[in-house]
């Protein structure tokens, strides 16, 4: 998939957002299988149940964004370096950051064989819009002129199409933003602005079950909360052709459970390591084990319409995060496999800025002062709510400990049984008080962990911030005449952002997962990503 992620909220204690991709082969051996049932040739891998059905602008969690890479291809992804990379795009080029011209690959097919045109993206992106189709990334199209008449604050759409795309041929079309974006073509790399087929039209829900992509892998069966199996596409065209035969995702209650089946040999590849199992990851996957740092950050979210966290007081928030000691966590709890966040962004994404403030830094005496001074939290306890089956408890619990000590709060780990059931809850409003935010690069631009997170409509703003300055500056940065301008002024809202802490951030992610003896050429993107195409089976 090696480029855009689906938007993503990330599944794991120490999770990595995955991005499963291509291979090229193999019809003949799908009869053929070894002891795990797994097809010959095939990886298999640790993703757990998606929280929607596979459509791409239905997808904002790892779980499902993992499957959807492998099954569709965007107009451009990125390297390693986070630098535009073109995938189905011939070009996307603009000279004033409002009209962009988008240039298609010729040759491209969906895997039922329609060819992929213009239409098809247009098409597509249309009904991702349109509010009638209640898509959760709808909100990512929000920049093309027209959007507010397909997608209305409030009402039944004006029209069916946005007036800002239009086709010119089969592999040319323009968009017309309402105004200027200087990073939009960084945001055409998110996997929600991929093609459809037109099959897809006549049965969405359908579809969803069972899709028909233009990606490296072709879909092959789900059976619900234990796999997902895509097979290899011999007609890919993309620039990440898998080198394998397929992909199987397998669905694990535990974290501990799928390491022993890697260490067994009965699971390829861990996308992370849980806690229990970090000191010893390494000795026992031996050249296998993986480390390295990536595009994602790891939060709190207050939510903002629970009982504890209306009308609070920043002061408070900013005590809270005062009280979390994430130096002494980070070494012991998460066995020095993350670092501690200086700011709302990671280091790998332009603009990332050290906010230069003690607001991240572990002091017990400011912290009960902040909280004191803000009015204190409601009933003196909050409520942290995750996924248990993302290795999340042993740090949840240390954060409790460290705030109950510092402040005297009390502080209750809310484990959900799995992430979709955790994402439901975010989704219709029920957290208690606050929820583990895990956030990854979509595009490799401050933006994305700033707007996409804390504007007001954002789809994932699942805390309800809402801030009419903070808006208003993001609109402000939006229509700077550069990416660099544009980049600037996201700093700008980065530090209104310290000031009324929309989250607690807590450490940027490393990937710690690791593969068994029977693969090799495992390597990671800027997203913390698998890049799964380029896998080969020994």
Not at 171 to 177: A, R, S, V
Not at 504 to 531: C, Q, S, T
Request: charged share 25%; glycine share 8%; proline share 5%.
């Amino acid at each position: 998939m090696r480029g855009a992620k689906s938007a993503k909220w990330v599944a794991g204690a120490i999770v990595v957002a995955l991005a499963a991709t291509a291979c090229g082969g193999g019809s003949g051996d799908e009869g053929k299988k070894n002891a795990s049932g797994k097809p010959e040739g095939y990886v298999s891998i640790d993703v757990g149940e998606p929280q929607k059905p596979l459509i791409p602008a239905d997808t904002n969690e790892t779980n499902g964004s993992y499957v959807i890479q492998s099954l569709f291809t965007q107009l451009l992804d990125f390297d390693a370096q986070g630098e535009i990379v073109y995938t189905n795009a011939e070009s996307v080029e603009t000279q004033d950051s409002k009209t962009w011209t988008v240039k298609l690959k010729s040759g491209w097919k969906f895997h039922n064989g329609e060819a992929v045109t213009a239409q098809s993206y247009v098409d597509a992106w249309n009904w991702y819009a349109n509010i009638k189709n209640n898509q959760q990334n709808s909100f990512w199209f929000a920049d093309i002129a027209g959007y507010d008449d397909v997608h209305p604050e409030k009402g039944d759409p004006k029209a069916d199409k946005m007036s800002g795309l239009k086709v010119v041929d089969d592999t040319t079309f323009t968009i017309t933003l309402k105004d200027k974006v200087p990073y939009f073509n960084y945001k055409l790399g998110y996997a929600t602005f991929a093609p459809l087929p037109k099959v897809f039209f006549d049965d969405p829900k359908a579809f969803g079950q069972k899709p028909v992509g233009n990606g490296p892998y072709k879909f092959e069966k789900w059976t619900h909360k234990k796999l997902i199996q895509v097979a290899a596409n011999p007609d890919y065209q993309g620039p990440n052709k898998a080198q394998n035969k397929g992909i199987q995702f397998k669905s694990y209650t535990t974290l501990e459970a799928a390491y022993q089946d890697v260490v067994s040999g009965n699971l390829d590849i861990i996308r992370q390591v849980g806690p229990t199992d970090l000191p010893k990851y390494k000795q026992d996957l031996g050249k296998g084990a993986i480390e390295q740092p990536y595009a994602a950050i790891q939060s709190l979210v207050p939510a903002f319409y629970s009982k504890t966290f209306k009308d609070i007081d920043p002061k408070v928030l900013q005590g809270l995060s005062m009280a979390i000691d994430r130096d002494t966590i980070t070494k012991t709890v998460l066995n020095n496999t993350r670092t501690p966040a200086t700011s709302f962004t990671p280091p790998q994404v332009k603009g990332n800025q050290d906010l230069g403030t003690d607001v991240f830094t572990y002091n017990p005496a400011k912290a009960k002062q902040l909280i004191t001074e803000g009015g204190g939290v409601p009933e003196n306890k909050l409520f942290i709510q995750y996924n248990s089956d993302g290795g999340h408890k042993e740090w949840v619990t240390a954060v409790c400990e460290s705030i109950r000590k510092a402040t005297g709060v009390d502080c209750v780990g809310d484990a959900k049984p799995d992430f979709p059931t955790d994402l439901e809850a975010r989704d219709n409003d029920q957290v208690k008080s606050m929820y583990r935010g895990g956030w990854v690069a979509d595009y490799p631009v401050n933006v994305n962990f700033i707007k996409e997170l804390y504007h007001t409509s954002a789809e994932s703003n699942n805390g309800r911030f809402s801030n009419k300055e903070i808006d208003d500056l993001m609109a402000k940065a939006d229509k700077a005449s550069s990416l660099e301008e544009a980049v600037k002024g996201y700093q700008e809202v980065e530090k209104k952002l310290l000031e009324q802490m929309p989250a607690i951030p807590l450490w940027y992610y490393r990937i710690n997962g690791g593969h068994g003896e029977a693969v090799d050429n495992v390597k990671v993107d800027f997203h913390g990503d698998l890049e799964l195409t380029g896998v080969t089976v020994k």
